[in-house]
């Protein structure tokens, strides 16, 4: 019988070592391997393969219900690999809404190698139908979107994908295979970056791609081999060791951001919180039926985004807050503030910006693991300063 979500995260690629029976697994902190004989060997080299890294994929790929994953350096590494499968001429569909990192990719890089791409708004299945075009090959969706927390239909995206010989691709770090697992959706390809909830400690950069198909699977790990973006044993080990308190630590995320977004919905200093598990966002339905725990129950994350009226409110907001930590990144036990304009959205034009709502004084949380009463006082009196 297949063990439960809270039990593989443990032990799935966790076999304690063979020859001292150390319940830790060492760190194969080695470049190259003894081979026995001419092309006789497990593993020849560490960018190739090291068991470190293996047995981290492994416990990955069960989590997201694939059949294998591929590690990568960073969540940005992850992504180009993935985005490596396409050739110069073809075409893919995005979200707008995405990543800035991956927007500057495909826009700045990816366009100079002779990929083309459409913006559209992916929770919308009419504007990713009129997208659509003879040479599109991919579609690259975030669910939900950084910042403004959009949601896109994971089962309807992937659909319309399989319909059209695409390969589907959602990227799934916000949520973490904890809350939301694509591959069941129907889904071909799913990003993260490890550096955020997988991690959840924010002392490690990673980037992962899980899939059910071995042909994507092989082209990946050729990728991985060929392009060399590969995470060291150590970061694949701390990662390992961090990822074995992910259920309890996204249940605690999940149940601090819930009562705080309660609480911002009503102060008046916000003029609008974008949180799915508010009743007023206008995806709420979507979220309860694709964002489940794995024992089915809805989650909604510890990741919420509030607009305030301008950049100096945005500010001082920003600077009377004593825990939440100015700082990029989101997902560790710790909680943090971003302001996407300025920080990890500041790569998109601003009419890009203006386009998908993203303004001067919205600012981002990452709603970490400490006691909620503290998080809210730090929070609301802050907001009384502005």
Not at 82 to 111: C, M, P, Q
Not at 173 to 200: C, E, W
Not at 212 to 231: D, R, T, Y
Request: proline fraction near 4%; charge should be negative; glycine fraction near 6%.
């Amino acid at each position: 019988m297949k063990k439960k979500f809270e039990t593989r995260v443990i032990h799935e690629g966790q076999i304690p070592e063979k020859e001292f029976g150390s319940i830790s697994k060492p760190i194969y902190q080695t470049s190259t391997f003894k081979q026995n004989d001419f092309a006789e060997y497990i593993y020849d080299y560490s960018r190739a393969g090291n068991p470190t890294r293996t047995d981290l994929e492994t416990n990955i790929a069960s989590l997201e219900e694939g059949t294998g994953s591929a590690m990568y350096a960073s969540g940005m590494a992850a992504i180009s690999a993935t985005l490596t499968l396409l050739k110069s001429g073809e075409h893919i569909i995005s979200n707008y809404n995405v990543y800035g990192g991956a927007f500057r990719l495909i826009d700045k890089i990816l366009s100079n190698m002779g990929i083309q791409v459409s913006w559209v708004d992916t929770s919308s299945i009419d504007q990713i139908e009129s997208a659509l075009k003879n040479n599109t090959r991919m579609i690259l969706i975030e669910t939900p979107t950084n910042p403004m927390m959009q949601l896109a239909d994971i089962k309807a995206v992937s659909e319309f994908s399989k319909s059209n010989n695409l390969i589907s691709v959602v990227d799934n770090t916000f949520m973490s295979p904890y809350f939301q697992r694509p591959l069941t959706l129907g889904a071909d390809l799913v990003v993260h970056s490890t550096t955020k909830y997988i991690n959840g400690h924010s002392d490690v950069i990673g980037g992962v791609v899980v899939s059910k198909n071995e042909s994507l699977l092989e082209q990946l790990h050729f990728i991985q081999m060929s392009v060399g973006a590969v995470p060291s044993p150590f970061d694949c080990w701390l990662t390992q060791r961090s990822i074995k308190t992910l259920a309890l630590r996204m249940k605690a995320h999940n149940k601090n951001a819930m009562l705080i977004a309660r609480e911002l919905e009503n102060n008046t200093k916000v003029d609008r919180i974008y949180y799915p598990g508010l009743e007023s966002h206008p995806q709420h339905d979507l979220a309860k039926k694709q964002q489940l725990d794995p024992d089915g129950n809805p989650a909604f994350g510890g990741m919420i985004s509030i607009e305030l009226s301008n950049i100096e409110k945005a500010r001082k907001f920003v600077k009377n807050l004593k825990i939440f930590i100015l700082a990029e990144s989101l997902g560790g036990v710790e909680s943090l503030v971003c302001h996407p304009a300025s920080m990890t959205h500041a790569s998109l034009p601003e009419e890009v910006r203006s386009k998908i709502g993203l303004s001067d004084g919205l600012v981002r949380l990452s709603v970490g693991v400490e006691h909620v009463d503290d998080l809210l006082k730090d929070i609301n009196s802050a907001l009384s300063k502005i």
